[in-house]
């Protein structure tokens, strides 16, 4: 099994800063990739950022320019930088992972917006 944990949630207020961070462990082969995907009350999951072993990365078009997802292969973690947080940005972060053969999720952590 591959276990993964999320830390760095919290409560911030508009324009605010908040930086997640996602650790793997258990039996892992590889990590293909990695990312970050939220889900807000009463809306579907949806893709955040996602980052290849190889360093490609890739953001949904509300986040970019504001979030910035960074891995480290041989800590086979990942984080997320957030800046310039809004209140639409609330939600539950999930953190993933991609091997050949596994897809983990992390449990989530909370992120909350508000002034």
């Known amino acids: 099994q591959v276990l993964l944990v999320e830390s760095g949630g919290g409560l911030v207020q508009p324009g605010g800063s908040l930086r997640l961070s996602c650790a793997a462990s258990?039996?892992?082969?590889?990590?293909?990739?990695m990312g970050w995907y939220r889900q807000a009350p009463g809306k579907q999951r949806e893709l955040v950022a996602t980052?290849?072993?190889?360093?490609?990365?890739n953001y949904a078009d509300s986040v970019k320019g504001r979030f910035t997802i960074s891995g480290d292969n041989a800590k086979n973690t990942v984080s997320l930088q957030m800046n310039s947080l809004i209140p639409e940005d609330t939600a539950v972060y999930y953190c993933?992972?991609?091997?050949?053969?596994?897809?983990?999720w992390g449990q989530g952590t909370q992120v909350t917006v508000s002034s």
């Open positions: 993933n992972a991609v091997g050949d053969l596994y897809h983990a």
């Open positions: 258990g039996r892992i082969f590889r990590i293909n990739a």
């Open positions: 980052i290849t072993s190889g360093g490609s990365t």
